[in-house]
T-cell receptor, first 117, second 116 residues
């Protein structure tokens, strides 16, 4: 099991460029998440997908879009990158009990370090 | 408004001694709490969790204590080892809501350094 994988590991963009961060999990998890980590801020939720076919905004969604391509894959797109989006991006996944109201702990990928100049 | 706070940016401990990492929260709806450990250039890894129906959970050298009235939790590591040196994040979730979908709110993290 590879767990949660993310590509690329590093990326440098110029202001205004676009890119897509890829995430895939092989644990058959229902729910997937995108976080960003900034110094002194902890991890903040950007978008999440509770299940295949659904996506919803988190705490800091502005400037981002997501696609839940299938149960395994959840991508994050920056349409027009800004220096404020310089950060480390983490994808995570988890599953829930059959009741659907309680979730296990999240498993994280290794992260993508993005610099926007 | 930071709903989960780790007020100590760093902690330095001697090998073999106890490490105590603290976390405070403000949202009384939080009912599930987790600790994650993060090494440089890696993603966070789950360490231990506790439900609000308990006040203590233990897993080997790691124990998490929850004080609901004070809205405070702590992680105890005994004995501390140099390999425990990492950033520790506490996180909280609202599980009783049908729309929580496992979303986590994280603290800022505490850098733990364990000296040999």
């Amino acid at each position: 099991n590879a767990g949660v994988t993310q590509t690329p590991k590093f990326q440098v963009l110029k202001t205004g460029q676009s890119m897509t961060l890829q995430c895939a999990q092989d644990m058959n998890h229902n729910s997937m998440y995108w976080y960003r980590q900034d110094p002194g801020m902890g991890l903040r939720l950007i978008y999440y997908s509770a299940s295949e076919g659904t996506t919803d905004k988190g705490e800091v969604p502005n400037g981002y879009n997501v696609s839940r391509l299938n149960k395994r894959e959840f991508s994050l797109r920056l349409e027009s990158a800004a220096p404020s989006q310089t950060s480390v991006y983490f994808c995570a996944s988890t599953t829930n009990h059959g009741t659907g109201t309680f979730f296990y702990e999240q498993y994280f990928g290794p992260g993508t370090r993005l610099t926007v100049t | 408004d930071q709903q989960v706070k780790q007020n100590s940016p760093s902690l330095s401990v001697q090998e073999g001694r106890i490490s105590i990492l603290n976390c405070d929260y403000t949202n009384s709806m939080f009912d599930y709490f987790l600790w994650y450990k993060k090494y440089p250039a890696e993603g966070p890894t789950f360490l231990i969790s506790i439900s609000s129906i308990k006040d203590k959970n233990e897993d080997g050298r790691f124990t998490v204590f929850l004080n609901k009235s004070a809205k405070h939790l702590s992680l105890h590591i005994v004995p501390s080892q140099p390999g425990d040196s990492a950033v520790y994040f506490c996180a909280a979730s609202v599980t009783l809501s049908g729309t929580s979908y496992g979303k986590l709110t994280f603290g800022q993290g505490t850098i733990l350094t364990v000296h040999p």
